[in-house]
Structure formats: C-alpha cells, structure tokens
C-alpha cells in the first residue's frame, strides 16, 4: 500500500510536467511552430475541433506556417480564431491556404515571454509539490491506523521528498532550455 502510493505520486508528477511541457510548446519562440495552434479551437460542425485536426500544417521555411483546411469552407473561421487567440499575429488567407508570418521577436517580448515560462515553471512545481502534500498524507493516516511505524513514516516522507526534488529539477532544466530557445536571436 505505501509503495503504491509513492507510484501513484510518480505517475502524478509524470504528469505534471508533460502538462507543463505541452504548455510551453504554445510559447511561440520566433520560429515557426504548428504547436503554436494546439490552443486554437474552431466550431466545426457544431464540434470544438483543434486547427491541427481540420488542416494540414506545413513549415516551408523558418518563419512561415501555412494553413491548408481540407474543408475549404473553414477558411475565414480559421483565420478569425487566430486573429482573436493571444499569439500576436496576423494570418493572411489568399483563398487557398493561410500563411502566418512569424516576425522576428523584440528583445522586449522576448524577456516577456521567459518571464511567462518561469511563471508556468513555477505552476507546474506547485502542482508537484501538492501532489508530494498529498503522498505525505496518504502515509500519516497509514501511520495512523497503525498499517506503518513511524520510523517507516519518516522514510516514505523522504522518498516522496527524493522524487519532489528529482521532478524540480526537470522543470528546472526545462525552464532553462525554453529560455535559451526564447532568448536566443
């Protein structure tokens, strides 16, 4: 039982950071990235559908993302949930397919952006701490009930604490390659 509560806090972690990993690839770096749609939903038929899943996107060159929807029809509202998503940039739609352009980023929103994805670094390692909260929780009414000593307590607690400190560190270390990826010209 205290073994499958320290799995279950793993697997919990694990999964933090793929959360926390999904959000920064819609952080737009100045390159182009189909990524940057996974956010962006359009009514589709009555369905929230993501852009990615209604249309084939291609990068032919570093800064370009072209659009082409297989319903043509869905031309126009593709390009107005772009226009109104918080990507800052302005899709241009020739009939055909829609061309987004990413300009190069200033160095202020550069800064911007890094101070974004320290602020969702810290989220996702509030998330870890709380699920290393309800570990150590799950062990004291374990402790309680008399199922584990105290001294088996103390060590589970520092288990949890070994893999809280482990999962911190990765987030660290994806924060720092995020922000290099931003900051670099």
Do not use: C, W
């Given at each position: 039982m205290p073994e499958t509560i320290l799995l279950d806090a793993e697997e919990r972690m694990e999964k933090a950071v793929e959360a926390f990993r999904f959000e920064l690839s819609t952080i737009r770096t100045g390159r182009a990235s189909a990524n940057v749609l996974e956010k962006i939903s359009v009514d589709y038929y009555g369905t929230p559908t993501p852009i990615t899943q209604m249309s084939s996107v291609t990068i032919p060159e570093a800064r370009l993302l072209v659009i082409k929807p297989y319903?043509?029809?869905?031309?126009?509202?593709?390009?107005?949930?772009?226009?109104?998503?918080?990507?800052?940039?302005?899709?241009?739609?020739?009939?055909?397919?829609?061309?987004?352009?990413?300009?190069?980023?200033?160095?202020?929103?550069?800064?911007?952006?890094?101070?974004?994805?320290?602020?969702?670094?810290?989220?996702?390692?509030?998330?870890?701490?709380?699920?290393?909260?309800d570990a150590n929780e799950q062990h004291k009414k374990l402790e309680k009930n008399s199922e584990i000593s105290e001294d088996d307590l103390k060590g589970y607690a520092e288990d949890v604490q070994e893999l809280t400190d482990n999962f911190t560190k990765k987030i660290d270390t994806i924060v720092e390659a995020k922000e290099q990826d931003i900051l670099h010209v």
């Open positions: 319903d043509k029809s869905m031309l126009k509202i593709i390009e107005k949930a772009i226009m109104a998503s918080d990507l800052g940039i302005t899709p241009a739609n020739d009939g055909q397919v829609i061309r987004i352009n990413f300009p190069q980023l200033t160095e202020e929103r550069r800064k911007e952006l890094a101070k974004l994805v320290h602020k969702y670094g810290e989220e996702a390692k509030v998330a870890v701490r709380n699920i290393r909260r």
